[in-house]
Structure formats: structure tokens, C-alpha cells
């Protein structure tokens, strides 16, 4: 008697779906050390596995007040989730619009990261405190001799590891402006870079308006 067979059940291919990214649009006002940065971010791997990184720029390095409006209309993207605006307050003389900017962007969703004096004071934090009042020029020139770079382009691979550190430690500017009462733009030194990176980690979906 012949052996009975079995019937084998047809292999089925499992395809795991992939989680859809969330869309994060940058607009940044520098053409040098913030696109730098953030393209470093872009490469992380915790950062690229769940957050598409997206960075605009303004042709003609628009004011803030033309990144936020820059950045509301490309909120009426569905495809969007979140858009942030990163510029500088600049000192001894403010950028223009500056209340105008952060206005609009409160009303209308997009999320602010502002440094004051400008950028490089994110980037000094990476090396070193820094707590007394800068202008532009001074807290350039103190990035630079830091990281012993030439000009303004800065190699964002030597930043990422040091990045948590300088989280911490505009985190501890933020707090003693609040305990004195120093409030915007007189909120120098400070940068706001502390809550982007924390917004990278955030899940699909979360769209707000966030001041810094």
C-alpha cells in the first residue's frame, strides 16, 4: 500500500510593512553651519529610521519673518506633518520682524528654534559653557577658534557625539532666563536647538506649535 502524502500548504512571502516616516521640514536662514547640522542629523540612524528630514532654503538666506511664512504654506502640504523655522535674533542689531515671525508662527503651527545671538552659540555648546551676553560677531569667532574651522562650514560628523551634552547645557540657559525673567529677544545667550532634537524622537502625527 502506497504511502498516503500529505498535503503541504503553498508558502506564503510575509512582507513586513514598513512604518510610514514622518515628514519634517526644516527651513533654515544660513546656507553654512545650519544646513551642515542638520544634514548630519539626517544621517543618524535613529533619526532616519522614523523621520523623513527635509531642509529648504531660502534663495536669497530670507529673514525669519520669510521662513515662517515660507513655512506656512508649505504646512498646507497634507503629505507634512511638522515645519520648523531655525534663525538667529543677531546682536548689537536685531534681525527685523523678529515679534512679526514668532507671531505668525505661534498662530499658524510652525516651530521655532531660535538662537541668540545666532547659530554658533548651539555649536559652542557642544564644546563648553557659555552663560554672559554675546554679540554675533563674538560668539562666531569663538565657534570657529573651537572647532579650528577656516570659515563658516563646519564638519557636523565631530558634533553629533557631543550633541546631548549641549542639549543639557542650553537646557540650563533656558532655565536661568526663566528664573530671571529674561525674556525674548533678551534672552542672550540661548538657543532653542535642545528641543528640535528632542522633537526628532517624538511619534507620527504630532503637530504643534512649539516657541523657543
Known amino acids: 500500500m502506497r504511502p498516503r502524502r ?23 536662514e544660513g546656507k553654512n553651519s545650519e544646513p551642515d547640522y542638520i544634514n ?3 544621517k543618524l540612524p535613529e533619526v532616519a529610521e522614523n523621520t523623513a528630514l527635509n531642509l529648504e532654503l531660502h534663495p536669497e538666506q530670507g529673514v525669519p519673518l520669510t ?27 536685531n534681525h527685523p ?11 499658524k503651527g510652525v516651530n521655532l528654534v531660535i538662537s541668540n545671538p545666532c547659530f554658533e552659540l548651539w555649536l559652542i555648546l557642544h564644546h563648553r559653557e557659555f552663560a554672559k551676553f554675546a554679540t554675533t560677531g563674538e560668539a562666531e569667532s569663538m565657534s570657529r577658534k573651537l572647532d579650528g574651522r577656516a570659515g563658516k562650514s563646519i564638519d557636523a560628523s565631530a558634533y ?24 525674548f529677544p ?3 545667550p540661548s538657543s532653542g536647538m535642545h528641543h528640535f532634537l528632542q ?9 504643534r506649535a512649539a516657541e523657543r
Open 40 to 42: 548630519g542629523l539626517k
Open 160 to 183: 553629533m557625539p557631543l550633541r546631548e551634552q549641549a542639549a543639557r547645557r542650553a537646557e540650563r540657559l533656558e532655565q536661568r532666563h526663566r528664573q530671571n525673567g529674561t525674556t
Open 199 to 207: 522633537a526628532l524622537g517624538q511619534q507620527k502625527g504630532t503637530r
Open 97 to 107: 520682524n523678529l515679534f512679526n515671525a514668532r507671531q505668525l508662527a505661534l498662530a
Open 67 to 93: 521662513l515662517v511664512q515660507m513655512a506656512v504654506e508649505r504646512l498646507e502640504d497634507p503629505e507634512v506633518d511638522e515645519c520648523w523655522c531655525i534663525f538667529d535674533v543677531e546682536w548689537p542689531k
Open 6 to 28: 500529505r498535503e503541504t500548504k503553498p508558502l506564503k512571502r510575509v512582507i513586513e510593512k514598513r512604518p510610514e516616516l514622518r515628514t519634517v521640514v526644516v527651513f533654515c
Open 186 to 188: 533678551n534672552d542672550n
